[in-house]
């Protein structure tokens, strides 16, 4: 069983920056893709930005030039770091990895940008 805990959200006014992690418990961390997701009250969850083992990147087109992933593998940790932060950032982010054939997902972290 793999766990999934993220850290880093809160509250910010509009303009400002949060980093976001999320260390998972597996030895094969290094080997696997790593994506953020988000969901808003009232609204689907969405990807917001992925990572693949060999550094990869892709975003939603609604954070590309704000948003940066990031993996430090010695640390089994993925990052988000988010810049230029708006009020419809708002939502529960959700840190999820694909270990040895199975889906994991961590328990969110609350991001609330203030306008």
């Known amino acids: 069983q793999v766990q999934l805990v993220e850290s880093g959200g809160g509250l910010v006014q509009a303009g400002g920056s949060l980093r976001l992690s999320c260390v998972a418990s597996t030895t094969v961390f290094s080997i696997s893709a790593l994506t953020w997701y988000r969901q808003a009250p009232g609204k689907q969850r969405e990807l917001v930005a992925a990572?693949?083992?060999?550094?990869?990147?892709n975003y939603a087109d609604s954070v590309k030039g704000r948003f940066t992933i990031s993996r430090d593998n010695a640390k089994n940790t993925v990052y988000l770091q988010m810049n230029s932060l708006k009020p419809e950032d708002t939502a529960v982010y959700y840190c999820n990895g694909f270990f040895l054939s199975a889906d994991y997902w961590g328990q969110g972290t609350q991001v609330t940008v203030s306008s």
């Open positions: 990572i693949t083992r060999s550094g990869n990147t």
